[in-house]
C-alpha cells in the first residue's frame, strides 16, 4: 500500500520507524511546521521530519489542512492508507475522504476512555489500572471512530507519564504493524465506540501542577507521577528566599498516619523523606528541585534546606 505518514513528536516518529524498518512503502511525511524551541528559540524541526530527511522521504508542513491546495497536495500522492500518530493537526472531512482505505490513527487510551490530547497523563491521574493503545480509522469527531485493534498494559503503583510513555511507545508500532498486515479483515471487524462510556483527556496546563494540599494525599501522590515529566506537581515556600520559589516535586508516596495540622503543614522531616499533612492523610516528599537545582533525594534537602523543610514549617 502507498502510506502516507502523518505524525510530529518523538512517540510519532517510533511508528515511522517501525513502517520503514517493516519496508512499507511510505510515500510522503506530514508533520507540523518547525517550532521554536531551545535558548535560541530557532525554529526545530520535528523527531519525524529528522526521521523523513534521513531516509529522503518528501516531508509536507502545511499550517492547517483545511485549504484546497493542501488537500490537492495530499490527493496527488495518491494514498492508500494515511496513518496518523501525535500529528497535532485537524484532519477535516475532506482529508479523511482522499486516502482510499481511509485514515487510521494510533491513540493512546483504550478508547472510549480518554479521548483527546492527554490520555497518558489522564490515565494516571484519575488512578485507571490499565492503559493500552487503540489503532482507530479516524472519523470527523475527536477520537470518534471505530476501534480496529488494542492492545493493553498495567499501569503500576509507581508509573509516571515518562514510563507509560515509553510503554506505549513500545505497543503502538507493533499493534500498527499488525493491522496494516491483515487490513481487510480488521477493518470489518472493526468495533463501534460506546459514546456514553467516552471520558476526555483534556490537555495539561502549567497551573494544573500546582499542588492543593487540601486535597487527598492519594490524588495528590497521582498528580505527581502523572504530571512527571511536565508540568511538574510544584508549590511554594514563603521561607524560601529566591524570585522564583517554585519547588516541583519530583516523586512522593503515601505514609500512615493523621494529623489535625493545617493541610500543608511538615509534620517530619527524615532522611527517608518529608512529610506533609493534606486534607485527607499525609504524603511523603521524596525528591524535589528547588528554583535553579536540579531534582535532589529528600536526605539532601533536609540538610540543605531546613529553613523549608523543616518540621512545623508550611509548603503553600
Known sequence: ????????????????????????????????????????????????????????????????????????DLAALEPDVMVVVAYGLLLPQAVLDIPARGCLNVHGSLLPRWRGAAPIQRAIWAGDLESGVCIMQMEAGLDTGPVLHEQRCTISPDETSASLYHKLEDLGPKALTKVLADLDTYQNQAQRQSDAEATYAKKLTKQEGEIDWTQPAA???????????????????????????????????????????KPGTIIRSTQEGIDVVTGDGVLRITSAQMPGKKAQPASTLVNGYSNVFGQGLELE
Open 1 to 72: 500500500m502507498r502510506i502516507v505518514f502523518a505524525g510530529t513528536p518523538d512517540f510519532a516518529a517510533q511508528h515511522l520507524q517501525q513502517l520503514l524498518d517493516d519496508s512499507h512503502q511510505v510515500v510522503a511525511v506530514y508533520t507540523q511546521p518547525d517550532r521554536p524551541a531551545g535558548r535560541g528559540k530557532r525554529p526545530q524541526p520535528s523527531a519525524v521530519k529528522k526521521l523523513a530527511i534521513e531516509h529522503q522521504l518528501p516531508v509536507y508542513q502545511p499550517e492547517s489542512l483545511k485549504s484546497g491546495d493542501a488537500q490537492s
Open 219 to 261: 490524588f495528590i501522590e497521582r498528580c505527581v507521577r502523572a504530571f512527571n515529566p511536565w508540568p511538574m506537581s510544584w508549590c511554594q515556600s514563603d521561607n524560601l528566599k529566591a524570585q522564583q520559589n517554585t519547588i516541583k516535586i519530583h516523586a512522593a508516596e503515601l505514609v500512615q498516619g493523621a494529623s489535625n495540622e
